[in-house]
């Protein structure tokens, strides 16, 4: 909803319609990477917004990964 109300305040209707979109393609496909990253999918998988499956994504790949470069 509220990609909604930025994008109609910016880009109108179109972008009202258009952005939301984007953003739950995005989740749901973040969704699936994360899931299968963190083991998720056999126990059902993963139902992340937005910022989890963009932002927070990040911070666990290096939460995952970062270990390895302390031991360098």
């Known amino acids: ?11 109108g209707i179109k972008a009202a319609f258009a952005i939301p ?5 995005i989740a749901v496909l973040g969704s699936a990477t994360f899931a299968s990253f963190l083991g998720l999918a056999k126990y059902g998988g993963f139902n992340g917004l937005f910022d989890w499956v963009t932002v927070w994504q990040g911070f666990a790949y290096l ?8 031991r360098l």
């Open 1 to 11: 909803m509220v990609p909604a109300v930025f994008a109609n305040h910016k880009g």
């Open 21 to 25: 979109f984007i953003t739950g393609i």
């Open 63 to 70: 939460m995952k990964y970062g270990g390895y470069f302390g």
